[in-house]
């Protein structure tokens, strides 16, 4: 099998507090390198202290989630000296999500407004430094296209990134695309067919693997927390919606996680 890198992990999360250690060591043993995404600070550190824990195939991006815009602060210095560590890789997860507006105290006119201020706050960090972006998006694409191509037009530049978790349609994948980002797919795409048409349409050049474990574990390990090692059934379900083997998938997405987030 060839190396998988799995673009969106959180074993510094939480749930791996018992175990983190066992999970990666066994992932790297199975040919699996793995991105470890922040949502807040402290993910974030932590994020990075087993990227330097460990001397390869574990990396760190850095970033404050929209769900915590009202909870925590974005202090651009502090996020800085994070993301500029060795093996962080990524400004993220960031973007915006109205799927959860509900759950944050606040007007929705409010939040969505404090959401925008957050994630430009955020691309200027990842403007500063260069680094590409991973983008949270729920219910929100229209919104968050708009304000990337703006972005990118007024500063003459597009940093890219993947958008993870993909959860729009093909044309809106499509636009992505045409602004330099990827497009990221998990465990959902195992137990759901809602996404067979933006895997059809889009180029296996331009598509990520991720698990976004502990969360949405792939079908056969679905209602178990999900780990690295189950993102090769991420790229198997894509090989056979895309009718390719899955020797395919793994060696191209591979290339592609190494180019857009400059692994070595």
């Known amino acids: ?5 799995d673009t969106h992990a959180h074993i510094n999360f939480k749930d791996y507090k018992d175990d983190s250690d066992e999970v990666l060591k066994r992932s790297l043993k199975n040919g699996v390198w793995l991105i470890n995404v922040g949502a807040e600070w402290d993910t974030s550190k932590r994020a990075v202290e087993y990227s330097e824990k460990y001397p390869e195939g574990v990396f760190s991006a850095v970033g404050l989630h929209p769900f915590h815009v009202k909870d925590q ?6 996020y800085k000296e994070l993301v500029l560590k060795e093996k962080t890789v990524a400004v993220g997860e960031i973007g915006l999500d109205y799927y959860h507006l509900k759950d944050i105290k606040g007007e929705p006119e ?18 500063e430094l260069q680094k590409p972006l991973i983008i949270h ?6 919104d968050l296209l708009e304000i990337l191509n703006s972005y990118f037009l ?6 890219g990134g993947v958008v993870h978790s993909f959860s729009g349609n093909y044309k809106q994948a499509r636009e992505y695309r ?25 180029p296996l050049e331009d598509i990520l693997l991720e698990t976004d474990c502990p969360y949405l574990a792939p079908v056969p390990y679905r209602g178990q927390r999900n780990e690295p090692l189950y993102v090769v059934e991420v790229a198997k379900k894509i090989a056979e919606i895309k009718n390719l083997t899955t020797e395919e998938v793994t ?3 591979t290339l592609n996680a190494k180019e857009v987030f400059r692994l070595d």
């Open 1 to 5: 099998m060839n190396l998988i890198i």
């Open 178 to 202: 045409q602004l330099g980002f990827k497009i990221a797919f998990n465990g959902i795409i195992t137990f759901a067919r809602d996404y067979d048409k933006v895997i059809l349409d889009t």
């Open 154 to 159: 007024i500063h003459n530049s597009k940093f």
């Open 73 to 78: 602060e974005f202090v651009y210095e502090k």
């Open 137 to 142: 998006c729920r219910e929100a694409h229209e």
């Open 110 to 127: 409010q939040i969505k407004n404090l959401q925008k201020q957050l994630f430009l706050k955020q691309l200027d960090l990842a403007e």
């Open 251 to 253: 060696k191209r997405t």
